[in-house]
């Protein structure tokens, strides 16, 4: 199946840094790849997604950028918050499997004040 | 509460039971997802519908099993069989072909 690896595991960056998380997948026929912000107890939420004919996506302080060559695509997050602090997770599905998303094992942002 | 209902929040087991973890969606989604959440593993998934009557094993089904009677209704059991069932159960709900997952706010499960 598909293996979707995330990195770094854990990011601290001061508030107003930006943050980048990176994600590689290893199915060339994956073609959507959409990441979850989940805070402390609570649910995942779409943040942004990427399909693959487009390089990149942006949306105010979020950016997704997609190198299908390389088969790997990061999350921006330009001017941090304490707010922003959560857990996000990427995740790639695999063009033909309908529906199913393979997820990568997640990265704790903190953002300190 | 985002058209996709977990209940219970917070579930308590002990060694030897069945348990059965309830998922309701009115999005009118055809395909509905159960992952299990542990601490630095991500999601792992479970078991996944796609349509009425029918489910696939995910990556970790042994000791858990499902039904799809209802297009609305995915509910999951976790069984004696499952050795280590301690864990934060998500289901989440997508139409099929439109990857976009929405999450329920999930089940803590805790064996006693």
């Known amino acids: 199946g598909e293996n979707v690896e995330q990195h770094p595991s854990t990011l601290s960056v001061q508030e107003g840094d930006s943050a980048v998380i990176k994600c590689t997948y290893s199915d060339s026929a994956s073609n959507y790849f959409p990441w979850y912000k989940q805070e402390l107890g609570k649910r995942p939420q779409l943040i942004i997604d990427i399909r693959s004919n487009v390089g990149e996506k942006k949306d105010q302080r979020i950016a997704v950028t997609l190198n299908k060559t390389a088969k790997h695509f990061s999350l921006h997050i330009t001017e941090t918050q304490p707010e922003d602090s959560a857990v996000y997770f990427c995740?790639?599905?695999?063009?033909?499997?309908?529906?199913?998303?393979?997820f990568g094992r997640g990265t704790q942002l903190t953002v300190w004040p | 509460d985002g058209g996709i209902t977990q209940s219970p929040k917070y579930l308590f087991r002990k060694e030897g039971q069945n348990v059965t973890l309830s998922c309701e969606q009115n999005l009118n989604h055809d395909a509905m997802y159960w992952y299990r959440q542990d601490p630095g593993q991500g999601l792992r998934l479970i078991y996944y519908s796609q349509i009425v009557n029918d489910f696939q094993k995910g990556d970790i089904a042994e000791g858990y099993s499902v039904s799809r009677e209802k297009k609305e209704s995915f509910p999951l059991t976790v069984t004696s069989a499952q050795k280590n069932p301690t864990a934060f159960y998500l289901c989440?709900?997508?139409?099929?072909?439109?990857?976009?997952?929405?999450f329920g706010s999930g089940t803590r499960l805790t064996v006693v």
């Open positions: 995740a790639a599905d695999r063009g033909s499997t309908l529906g199913r998303l393979y």
């Open positions: 989440a709900s997508s139409i099929t072909g439109m990857v976009g997952y929405t």
